[in-house]
């Protein structure tokens, strides 16, 4: 969507006209100095946006690895072959070294056998063994009813000691991105994010993105000229320094606002550049 101003002052041009005087009053009405514009002349102020496309060159891939055992050393041993796997992983699809972070180990959770007489009150640990013992011996009706009382003393839980880090990795061959995420998942990374992107070289985008914001505002001034019975005679400014105008611009289309200001890096690898312009255009009668 574009947005478009006319300014049009008939008065002051035919009376500075008949002076003598330059006919800069429709340009004093800019923030910017323009060309003068001569009697017959009006003043077509175009705002119009345009989007070029660039590849991304890095795809960034984030998750968490966590690593279990029984006691910490069997948590590292899992965290080791882990790694191992991942590093491997990351190798295959061409991933450099450095564009493998792997963030220091943390232990997250542990679980221990508890002891229920230390843990609760006596009456309720007294009770909690009870419960347990009638458990047992409904389960196992072959077993002694003073050993299941017995081991009822305490709770038995599964001990567990989770390391859990941070992963990172970057790649640079976006033809692998599905690969390399798979690859990660069976590592045991936990991928908690879709791939980030970051656009490379964006020259060519920008080009085309202010040829095509060009194009829209020519065409809209020929628009409003016919309309007006008029003909478009020269440019008289270009800018890219947008103000109200380019709000203006957003506003009525909330698709391309919220495609503009999405955070880059990008979600996807096709990357949107987006150039508006201001142009000003002198039109004349027919």
């Known amino acids: 969507m574009r947005k478009t101003k006319l300014g049009m002052i008939f008065g002051l041009a035919a009376l500075s006209a008949a002076a003598g005087v330059p006919t800069a009053a429709a340009a004093d009405a800019s923030p910017v100095s323009t060309q003068p514009l001569a009697a017959n002349e009006v003043l077509l102020e175009v705002s119009a946006l345009g989007t070029g496309i660039s590849r991304a060159d890095l795809a960034t891939i984030s998750g968490t690895l966590a690593s279990r055992g029984a006691t910490e050393v069997e948590a590292r041993r899992e965290r080791d072959a882990q790694i191992r796997r991942l590093t491997a992983a990351a190798r295959r699809a061409g991933v450099a070294a450095a ?17 229920m007489s230390m843990e609760m009150p ?74 980030v992107y970051a656009p490379g070289d964006q020259s060519a985008a920008r080009r085309t993105a202010r040829a095509e914001a060009l194009a829209a505002a020519r065409a809209d001034a020929d628009a409003y000229a016919a309309s007006l019975g008029m003909r478009v005679v020269r440019v008289v400014r270009v800018t890219e320094r947008m103000g109200l105008e380019l709000i203006s611009l957003l506003v009525n289309n909330s698709s391309l606002l919220t495609s503009m200001l999405q955070p880059h890096p990008a979600q996807g690898p096709d990357i949107p550049t987006f150039v508006t312009v201001g142009v000003d255009f002198a039109l004349a009668p027919q």
């Open 99 to 115: 564009d493998l972070m792997i963030g220091e180990a943390e232990s997250i959770a542990e679980a221990s056998t508890m002891d």
């Open 122 to 195: 006596a009456a309720d640990a007294a009770e909690a063994a009870m419960n347990a013992a009638e458990d047992a011996v409904a389960e196992t009706a072959d077993a002694a009813v003073e050993d299941a009382s017995c081991n009822a003393c305490s709770v038995p839980a599964e001990p567990e000691v989770v390391l859990s880090s941070g992963v990172e990795v970057r790649l640079r061959n976006l033809d692998k991105v599905a690969e390399l995420t798979q690859a990660l998942q069976e590592a045991g990374v936990e991928i908690y994010a879709e791939p």
